[in-house]
């Protein structure tokens, strides 16, 4: 297709998309893939702005453009690696094409999820495409990050993040304030073995359709204080071993802690602090026997 052609590297010029009808003959996933790939989200919703043919044919309504950005932009995440050392920094779940990193805000994209020894990269940028539905193992065993900063989230097509950060021993700050989690399903294993983080703060976190949350915290051994005021249990059926291993738990900020549809509720505390027990023992009438 010569007057379509976006895996080149040329740059597209906007005046001429915007002019060019015979963008609107493309099919849409076919053509939002390759813009999207190419052009930054805001820059694609000038064309499609301009672009009454393509508009039409793909039948976006774009009067609000914030509510169609959050349905196709990118997610937005910031890394930082721990003193430069090697290793495994996010795993490719999809085809590498749907990710796009930068080190050192560099606007030269690599793919690639290693960091090489003698590196000095402080900072990782990764944009990941809306084609990707699940972050499931996105971090699994990536030791060599410090923190991380999901930046930007506008999509809620994400529908399970089992053992999102599973064993990310490094881990110490986790910013997820942009967290969208509308559509969840599973969160089982997610923060298991994060051994250093000392706080979480997920008030922000939408759970109602959560319905797997075993192991979601196991062996977070430094984990002081879970904040998470407006999580909803309502759906929770298996909260198996949850807190397993939180030994240095002393504060859980639970305001819905409805536990009336949970069924495996086994082994949710062990060699947590006492006090801990007690307190949501006495809270929750012994529901909580273990």
């Known amino acids: 297709m010569e007057y379509c052609d976006l895996d080149k590297k040329e740059k597209v010029e906007e005046k001429q998309i915007k002019s060019n009808d015979k963008f609107a003959e493309l099919k849409n996933d076919y053509f939002l893939q390759k813009l999207f790939n190419n052009l930054k989200w805001k820059k694609t919703l000038t064309i499609l702005k301009f672009n009454k043919s393509l508009k039409k044919r793909m039948n976006i309504n774009i009067n609000d453009y914030k509510e169609y950005s959050e349905k196709y932009s990118s997610i937005e995440i910031e890394i930082k690696p721990v003193n430069n050392e090697k290793g495994k920094f996010i795993n490719f779940e999809f085809d590498e094409e749907y990710y796009h990193i930068y080190f050192n805000n560099n606007e030269e994209e690599t793919k690639r999820n290693r960091i090489k020894e003698g590196e000095h990269i402080t900072i990782i940028k990764i944009i990941i495409d809306y084609q990707v539905k699940s972050f499931e193992k996105l971090f699994h065993m990536c030791n060599c990050i410090e923190s991380i900063y999901f930046k930007k989230f506008y999509r809620n097509n994400i529908t399970s993040m089992h053992d999102m950060f599973f064993e ?123």
């Open 168 to 290: 990310c021993e490094s881990l110490k700050e986790l910013n997820l304030d942009n967290f969208n989690t509308s559509n969840v399903i599973d969160m089982s294993w997610m923060f298991k073995g994060c051994s250093s983080l000392e706080e979480l703060n997920l008030n922000n976190f939408n759970t109602n359709r959560v319905t797997d949350m075993s192991y979601m915290f196991f062996e977070c051994k430094s984990l002081k204080k879970i904040n998470f005021n407006n999580f909803n249990f309502n759906n929770a059926i298996n909260m198996h071993a949850m807190f397993y291993w939180c030994k240095s738990l002393r504060e859980l900020n639970i305001n819905n802690f409805d536990i009336n549809n949970t069924i495996d509720m086994n082994d949710m505390f062990p060699h947590c602090p006492k006090e801990l027990i007690m307190n949501l023992k006495s809270q929750y009438q012994n529901k909580i026997e273990k």
